[in-house]
């Protein structure tokens, strides 16, 4: 049996719309700004590998995944799924948020075994599959499909208390 968890305080209604000011400001700089964002996290990703490993050579794109580097394409990729969890954790008030970022979670990984299904077996309709599961998990429209599918869920009973 689970120990039973004390309801908690209302949250200030202004820290719930700051946090989803801050989720979308994120999520609209990442969209808009995409160029801009993969130049910062390249730089940034070569003067990590430099503290590390000494200085890194001209990097290139991750094959298959984009023209940017892997660690900058995954750490972009990380970024827009974490910000679109974040929001629909916030619009949602936590309900689902587990289902949601293992949602997220499992688009990307899914993505990548396609893409490097495709390029090791060259079979392009698993690297196309990749590309478009990885774009989907990336765009505005995973978080409209988050949202709607947890809108049109039944809603959970709260718990009886004796």
């Known amino acids: 049996m689970r120990p039973r ?15 989803l000011a801050f989720f979308g400001v994120v999520l609209v700089v990442l969209g808009q700004f995409q160029e801009e964002v993969f130049a910062v996290l390249t730089r940034a990703w070569r003067a ?5 490993s000494g200085p890194w050579g001209p990097t290139a794109g991750a094959p298959g995944l984009s023209q940017h580097s892997l660690p900058a394409s ?8 974490g910000a ?5 954790h916030v619009l949602l008030r936590g309900r689902g948020t587990r289902w949601v970022v293992g949602g997220f979670g499992a ?34 429209l995973a978080l409209l499909a988050g949202y709607a599918l947890a809108l049109l869920s039944p809603p959970v009973a709260a718990p009886s208390r004796p």
């Open 107 to 140: 688009a990307l990984v899914v993505g990548l075994g396609l893409l490097a299904l495709g390029r090791a077996g060259h079979w392009p309709v698993a690297t196309e599959q990749g590309h478009l599961l990885i774009s989907a998990a990336s765009s505005p």
């Open 48 to 52: 990590a590998g430099a503290l590390v």
């Open 5 to 19: 968890r004390e309801a908690r305080p209302p949250a200030r209604p202004w820290a719930r719309w700051l946090a």
């Open 84 to 88: 679109s969890a974040g929001a629909l």
């Open 74 to 81: 995954v750490t972009y990729h990380l970024l827009y799924a």
